[in-house]
């Protein structure tokens, strides 16, 4: 075991660190929620990691993305993170795609992975989401955030689909009302990298056909299944 991943033992078994090391996730958007989800799948040490993504960084990502900063403003966020990810650890194969996601293409750019990370604000895509992991078997672990509010499901071929849970919600149009200071996809990313852990490590409770649900506001968390 490499010194780097020791601190991860006791949490995770040594087994399910080992799974880890075999992974490939896809990290579906590269902003608030996806730049964190990054950060934390190089530094768990997973063996791949595929990110969608075609917008650039603009002067209104550097109060949440932590994938921004002033010197990268106007360059493209995948292949920002792929430099991040060699930072951190060059182990990791790292795959940028510059392109929108939606349903036709899913099959190309993620039939390689094993888990699927949701981190757009875009409804489309995520049905889109959703119906290929109903049909491929994979799993998506979805997360949004708006303001003090955050949450996380997991749909698998055996959980209703995303428009159960969320109908014809768009969370960028939340975050437009009710803002998205940083604490809120931090938050939504880590709870996406501890549910993606408990899956891998075969450990704790993972919200399968379940959403939790976070008010920052009244430290509120409330799971319910969809």
């Given at each position: 075991m490499q010194k780097r991943f020791l601190k991860n033992i006791?949490?995770?078994?040594?087994?399910?660190?080992?799974?880890?090391?075999?992974?490939?996730?896809a990290v579906v958007g590269v902003g608030g929620i996806g730049g964190f989800l990054i950060e934390g799948l190089a530094r768990l040490g997973v063996k791949k990691i595929i990110a969608v993504d075609m917008d650039t960084f603009d002067e209104t990502n550097?109060?949440?993305?932590?994938?921004?900063?002033?010197n990268n403003l106007g360059k493209y966020k995948v292949f920002e993170a792929e430099k991040r990810v060699k930072e951190i650890n060059p182990n990791v194969y790292f795959e940028p795609i510059k392109e929108k996601a939606y349903l036709g293409n899913l099959e190309i750019f993620l039939l390689e992975a094993d888990y699927?990370?949701?981190a757009t604000?875009?409804?489309?895509?995520?049905?889109?989401?959703?119906e290929f992991v109903q049909r491929t078997g994979k799993i998506l672990i979805h997360g949004g955030c708006a303001?003090?509010?955050?949450?996380?499901?997991?749909?698998t071929k055996d959980t209703p689909g995303i428009e159960r849970l969320l109908g014809e919600k768009n969370v960028e149009g939340a975050e437009k009302d009710l803002g998205n200071p940083i604490?809120?996809?931090?938050?939504?990313?880590a709870l996406e990298l501890s549910e993606f852990c408990k899956l891998v490590s075969k450990q704790g409770e993972p919200l399968v056909g379940k959403c939790l649900l976070v008010n920052l506001l009244t430290n509120e968390y409330r799971t319910f299944e969809f």
């Open positions: 006791g949490a995770l078994t040594e087994e399910g660190q080992k799974r880890l090391f075999a992974t490939v996730v550097l109060n949440r993305q932590v994938l921004s900063n002033i699927i990370f949701d604000d875009n409804m489309e895509i995520r049905k889109s989401l959703s303001g003090w509010y955050a949450q996380v499901a997991i749909i604490f809120a996809p931090m938050l939504t990313a």
